[in-house]
């Protein structure tokens, strides 16, 4: 069946350092793509889709290409902020099923030091 | 918009109890969805809803889980004869269905420990 793959964690980084969280999938058709934030205490929210090859989500200063050929949605960020401590989760839309249901990756969290 | 809201935030209860959760989805979102959340993973997806209909259900979940939206609206999930196996964070989601790739909005969860 369909599944994410992410990069494990924690990720610790200073503060302005650049971040890359890696994800990849596999899916039988042509999935939708989104990463998914859980900030502390909080419910997980969208944080950026693509919808197809070669489309750029971006949203907060983060950005994830969606990358056919090397089934990639790989998270990015120039300067990350200690606001961006949270839970990461790469996730896709099953479109095989009648519940376009997303399929999650286990999550990686990062950690800003100040 | 009030967002999607759960109840109750923590349970606690001893193996062979059974339990039931509740969601209200946001008023005007027709599909709702259940995961649930296990420390370290990812959500996985155990049911959903169209309107009042359930018409999808995972391989994870077995006879003793049952949920129901009986008007469409509100939703409620039932654990019979708990394990420790089902303590996780059981999270609920909704979304609208005329939109392609639409995103889900999730409640907060609830998190039960079975002792």
């Known amino acids: 069946g369909d599944s994410v793959t992410q990069m494990e964690g924690p990720v610790t980084l200073s503060e302005e350092a650049f971040l890359t969280i890696n994800c990849t999938y596999t899916a039988t058709g042509y999935p939708s793509l989104f990463w998914y934030v859980q900030y502390p205490g909080e419910g997980l929210q969208l944080l950026l889709k693509?919808?197809?090859?070669?489309d750029k989500g971006s949203n907060k200063g983060f950005e994830a290409t969606y990358r056919k050929e090397t089934t990639s949605f790989h998270l990015e960020k120039g300067s990350v902020q200690v606001s961006d401590s949270a839970v990461y989760f790469c996730a896709l839309s099953d479109r095989d099923s009648s519940a376009s249901k997303i399929i999650f990756g286990s999550g990686t969290r990062l950690s800003i030091r100040p | 918009d009030t967002g999607v809201s759960q109840d109750p935030r923590h349970k606690i209860t001893k193996r062979g109890q059974n339990v039931t959760f509740r969601c209200d989805p946001i008023s005007e979102h027709n599909r709702l969805y259940w995961y649930r959340q296990t420390l370290g993973q990812g959500p996985e997806f155990l049911t959903y809803f169209q309107n009042e209909a359930q018409l999808e259900k995972s391989r994870l979940l077995s006879n003793r889980f049952s949920a129901e939206r009986p008007k469409g609206s509100f939703s409620t999930l039932e654990i019979q004869r708990t394990e420790q196996g089902d303590s996780a964070m059981y999270l609920c989601?909704?979304?609208?269905?005329?939109?392609?790739?639409?995103?889900?909005?999730f409640g907060s969860g609830t998190q039960l420990s079975v002792l």
């Open positions: 989601a909704s979304s609208l269905s005329d939109r392609p790739n639409e995103k889900l909005f």
């Open positions: 693509a919808t197809k090859a070669d």
